[in-house]
T-cell receptor, first 113, second 115 residues
Framework: AQSVTQPDIHITVSEGASLELRCNYS??????LFWYVQSPGQGLQLLLK??????LVQGIKGFEAEFKRSQSSFNLRKPSVHWSDAAEYFC???????????FGQGTELSVKP | NAGVMQNPRHLVRRRGQEARLRCSPM?????VYWYRQLPEEGLKFMVY????????ESGMPKERFSAEFPKEGPSILRIQQVVRGDSAAYFC?????????????FGQGTRLTVV
């Protein structure tokens, strides 16, 4: 079955600390992988995507993610978190139907001063 | 280039009424996707449409829900005889022609409340 698992429902980090959000996927074909961020009451903004090539991808707002096929993972990282990064983060996987994506449950990030 | 436009942003309906949610894709995008987000959950795919065609409706509830993307005008998600369980945020996304390696752009969503 195709699925995305984000094991951490809620994470709290201190401002300036590093961040890693976990994402594991199960997908029968070549996966296209995405990370989106959602602020309360807002839509989804794409942080970064992996289609092919270099397995370490850079995104907006200083985020990066690494695709590890052997571990079926696509973890999101940021070296130094800012208070404005507090939001909900969603990992998603897609394939040959464009914007038809399977989303994880999301990880809510809180940032403490 | 305006983004994906959804309206209304908020919609309140009484049980038994109909809800009509509209989505105008980004310019040049011919593929539209609808998702539903229940409270405290991720987004769940509902339906994938191209102009005048439903490509994949595997995520649509069997009854009361329908979607269209006419040749002219926005895509419409229609929910008939709404029930409290339909209360959710409904997101529309669009992507350009071609399906491999394309990125979906999301609208701000319509938050439906059924009272």
């Amino acid at each position: 079955a195709q699925s995305v698992t984000q094991p951490d429902i809620h994470i709290t980090v201190s401002e300036g600390a590093s961040l890693e959000l976990r994402c594991n996927y199960s997908y029968g074909a070549t996966p296209y992988l995405f990370w989106y961020v959602q602020s309360p009451g807002q839509g989804l903004q794409l942080l970064l995507k992996y289609f092919s090539g270099d397995t370490l991808v850079q995104g907006i707002k200083g985020f990066e993610a690494e695709f590890k096929r052997s571990q079926s993972s696509f973890n999101l990282r940021k070296p130094s978190v800012h208070w404005s990064d507090a939001a909900e983060y969603f990992c998603a996987v897609g394939g040959n139907q464009g914007g038809k994506l399977i989303f994880g449950q999301g990880t809510e990030l809180s940032v403490k001063p | 280039n305006a983004g994906v436009m959804q309206n209304p942003r908020h919609l309140v309906r009484r049980r038994g009424q109909e809800a009509r949610l509209r989505c105008s894709p980004m310019k040049g995008h011919s593929h539209v996707y609808w998702y539903r987000q229940l409270p405290e959950e991720g987004l769940k795919f509902m339906v994938y449409l191209q102009k005048e065609n439903i490509i994949d409706e595997s995520g649509m509830p069997k009854e009361r829900f329908s979607a269209e993307f006419p040749k002219e005008g926005p895509s419409i998600l229609r929910i008939q005889q709404v029930v409290r369980g339909d209360s959710a945020a409904y997101f529309c996304a669009s992507s350009p022609p071609g399906v491999w390696g394309t990125e979906a752009f999301f609208g701000q969503g319509t938050r439906l409340t059924v009272v």
